[in-house]
């Protein structure tokens, strides 16, 4: 038994629910909508978005 049904619309961004063919990558209109508005809202910048991910880890230094 496969519970994996076709999955190839993928989920909405914003909800996480199936998308919708009609309103892909999206669920429904309001989340297409939703996201539109982010986008006029917020410009490009994201909340939490961070320009630069650099994680300083301590390499470890072969001695020679
Ligand atoms: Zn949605």
Redesign the pocket.
Known sequence: MSNETRAALGK??????P?QAEFRP???R??RD?DLMQWFGEGYALPGAHPAELDDEPEEKDDF
């Open positions: 909405c961004p914003i909800c996480k629910q998308a999206f669920c429904s309001g989340c939703r």
